[in-house]
């Protein structure tokens, strides 16, 4: 069983900048930062292998770095030059078993554990 905590969120204006970071206990294979604005679908904006390649969606690819720390099982999300319709809450996810399949690293479906989120507000 994983569980994830997600802490780094925070208010900000536009164009500025956050990190979010998420610590997990347990094996952990894929993960990945989704987001939720207030009235719409979850979304994936980035994901990761435990081998380190990323995968971005294409509305934060060049202003968001997604990373992940093996030895100390952390994942993180830098956001830079961020924009109002960044605002969110961003929730840490992790996979079970094996990777996820890239075509599918997005997908809110293919993910077992999710942390409770943690607010980004960008104005």
């Known amino acids: 069983h994983v569980q994830l905590v997600e802490s780094g969120g925070g208010s900000v204006q536009a164009g500025g900048s956050l990190r979010l970071s998420c610590a997990a206990s347990?094996?952990?294979?894929?993960m990945a930062w989704f987001r939720q604005a207030p009235g719409k679908e979850r979304e994936g904006a980035a994901s990761?292998?435990?081998?380190?390649?990323?995968l971005y969606a294409a509305s934060v690819k060049g202003r968001f770095t997604i990373s992940r720390d093996s030895a100390k099982n952390t994942l993180s999300l830098q956001m830079n030059s961020l924009k109002p319709e960044d605002t969110g809450m961003y929730y840490c996810?992790?996979?079970?078993?094996?990777?996820?399949?890239?075509?599918?690293?997005?997908?809110?479906?293919?993910?077992?554990?999710w942390g409770q989120g943690t607010q980004v507000t960008v104005s």
């Open positions: 996810a992790a996979g079970a078993g094996v990777e996820v399949f890239r075509a599918l690293m997005l997908s809110p479906s293919e993910y077992n554990y």
């Open positions: 347990g094996n952990t294979y894929t």
């Open positions: 990761i292998w435990s081998d380190g390649s990323p």
